[in-house]
């Protein structure tokens, strides 16, 4: 269904945003991101006590490439 559309003033759209105005059937954002940390990156709370010893953390991308990039 058409409608009239008033000013429209855009700030950001991040890399796996949408912006639309008008009809539309489908959308769908994509994005891939990976995360390499060690042992007890991601623990959060007050009073924690970690003792990892000696942690590693092993990165190996035999391919390089795990998305591809157009514009």
């Known amino acids: 269904m058409p409608a009239k ?3 429209v003033k855009v700030i950001n759209v991040s890399s796996s945003g949408i ?4 009809d539309v059937y489908s959308m ?3 994005s891939s ?3 390499y940390a060690g042992g007890g990156s991601f623990n959060t709370g007050d009073g924690m ?3 990892l010893a000696n942690s590693t953390t092993y ?5 390089k490439i795990d998305q591809s990039i157009t514009s």
């Open 49 to 51: 006590h970690i003792n």
């Open 5 to 7: 559309v008033g000013a």
């Open 33 to 35: 991101a990976k995360t």
């Open 28 to 30: 769908s954002p994509e």
């Open 59 to 63: 990165v190996y991308d035999p391919d």
């Open 19 to 22: 912006f639309n105005i008008g």
